[in-house]
């Protein structure tokens, strides 16, 4: 089972409903984990974070929407825990976006 960082991805400007997958839950697991989301702009930006079964989430999906993150600033989600094959959703408004998943996985067998 992984340690440490789970996921990692430059989150582009997104479109509405859509988002980038970070990171899944492997089959056989669950996840505990954290998401930092780094904003490289000098202007806000608002993002979104989902834990969803998809890439595109449901609304009822959605841990933060429309969340700021003020300019050169860092959000953080910690403590969550998902089971297998549920997805850490990110979307942003604007590019030049860093997220990041650590944590730990851990065998449900």
Not at 16 to 44: E, Q
Request: glycine share 12%; proline share 4%; net charge neutral.
């Amino acid at each position: 089972m992984a340690t440490g960082r789970l996921g990692v991805a430059a989150i582009p400007a997104g479109t509405s409903g859509a988002g980038t997958v970070v990171y899944t839950v492997p089959t056989g697991s669950y996840g505990v984990f954290n998401v930092s989301i780094t904003n490289r702009n000098a202007s806000a930006i608002t993002v979104r974070v989902a834990l969803a079964a998809t890439s595109t989430p449901n609304v009822q999906d959605y841990l933060e929407y429309d969340t700021t993150i003020i300019p050169n600033g860092v959000f953080e989600r910690t403590g969550l825990v998902a089971q297998a094959g549920l997805n850490v959703v990110v979307y942003s408004s604007t590019a030049n976006v860093g997220c990041t998943v650590y944590g730990i996985e851990t065998s449900t067998a």
